[in-house]
């Protein structure tokens, strides 16, 4: 098979988004070539697109956004087995060395070699997936069940951060959880907490509708909203977030949880998990925010409450599969509010993405562009 023309939406700067045609070869012996189908819009990706850089990290070159992505098999390398043309697959986008010890031994997430797509943290940019066909490796793509629509195949990626921090919080069935956040990733945690048997999950976040949203989808059992405050100095601050600790205990008499998903980044939100811990228990660091911040690290010591980082997935997406399949499981498609057709559109996906709620009022949660 020849190379072949594709059309890819290429960042160029801040809110500068291009329809470029780029050659794309005939997929090597262990890759294959995939239609993008749908690609869901998460924080990085806007964070690229408003201001050419996430964090630390600086775009250096045009870069491809898009990584939460769902596609149909178009071709196969001479070394692929396993898969068809006409296949429908989930793309896990990460692509470690395999070779150094946190590869061997299961964790390759934090490989230090990653090549991520649509990160520009390795240079030259691993390319993102909004365009019209990628080539992957076969070992990082997984087959979809006939049933799961496209849009679902897209959230398994986002899913794998969810998985990833329950694993990690070694939650057992009867623990009760707060999730800070109440955006996609934390809706999904709470979700994952819900269907693998917590007794009570509370969802807290600053945003009603999106609270509202979680209960009655059955994402959690109970919400909180967390009131608007701000201190004006770190004394403040902490008292604050020692406020939001009570009013969450106060829920539902919760009192104080075993896990709490911390999925904003937000120094009070950070501060206000430690307070809502209980003694023995863990607080699962999701949410990139703040990169430095001040914590009322005795609060955490003195009681044995551990601060655990979480970061993306391994090794997630066939139960992840498995999941969202189960009827013990929220449907997880409720959270895809939005779509996008055409590349070409990709701005007014991108507008849309920052907002939490559209033009007639109705809550934005998670944005899919579709090819």
């Known amino acids: 098979m020849s190379s072949t023309q594709v059309q890819a939406s290429v960042l160029h700067g801040a809110k500068d988004l291009r329809i470029e045609s780029r050659d794309l070869p005939a997929p090597s012996a262990n890759e294959i070539q995939v239609a993008i189908h749908s690609t869901g819009l998460c924080g990085s990706d806007l964070h690229y697109y408003n201001h050419n850089r996430n964090g630390d990290i600086l775009v250096r070159e045009p870069l491809t956004l898009g990584h ?163 201190g004006k100095d770190t004394e403040e601050n902490l008292a604050i977030a020692r406020e939001t600790a009570d009013g969450v205990a106060a829920v539902n008499g919760i009192g104080e949880v075993d896990i709490v998903f911390e999925c904003t980044g937000v120094p009070t939100c950070v501060q206000s998990a430690i307070y809502s811990t209980k003694p023995g228990g863990r607080v699962m660091l999701i949410g990139m925010g703040v990169p430095i911040q001040t914590l009322a690290i005795s609060s955490a010591a003195l009681r044995e409450v551990d601060l655990v980082g979480v970061f993306r997935y391994a090794n997630t997406y066939p139960e992840g599969i498995s999941l969202a399949s189960s009827p013990s499981c929220p449907d997880l498609s409720k959270l895809v509010t939005h779509t996008v057709k055409g590349l070409e559109n990709a701005e007014q996906a991108f507008g849309m993405a920052g907002k939490t709620k559209d033009d007639k009022g109705d809550l934005v949660l998670k944005v899919v562009i579709q090819n």
Not at 173 to 187: I, N, P, R
Not at 205 to 222: E, L, M, S, T
């Open 68 to 230: 939460e992505s769902s596609g149909i098999v178009t071709a196969i390398g001479s070394s692929v087995s396993n898969f068809s043309p006409g296949d429908r697959v989930a793309l896990e986008v990460g692509v470690p060395c395999d070779s150094c010890h946190r590869c061997t031994e299961g964790r390759y997430n934090i490989c230090k070699d990653m090549k991520f797509r649509s990160s520009a943290k390795s240079f030259p940019h691993f390319q993102g997936t909004l365009q019209e066909k990628i080539n992957h490796p076969a070992k990082w793509c997984h087959k979809m069940p006939e049933g799961m629509s496209m849009e679902l195949g897209a959230l398994l990626e986002p899913l794998g951060v969810a998985i990833h921090a329950y694993r990690r919080s070694l939650m057992q069935e009867g623990h009760t959880c707060l999730v800070l956040g109440a955006g996609a990733v934390g809706l999904l945690a709470a979700a994952v907490a819900t269907a693998k048997g917590a007794k009570t999950v509370v969802i807290a976040d600053i945003d009603a509708g999106r609270v509202d949203f979680a209960v009655k989808n059955g994402f959690a059992h109970h919400g909180f909203v967390v009131p608007m405050k701000r």
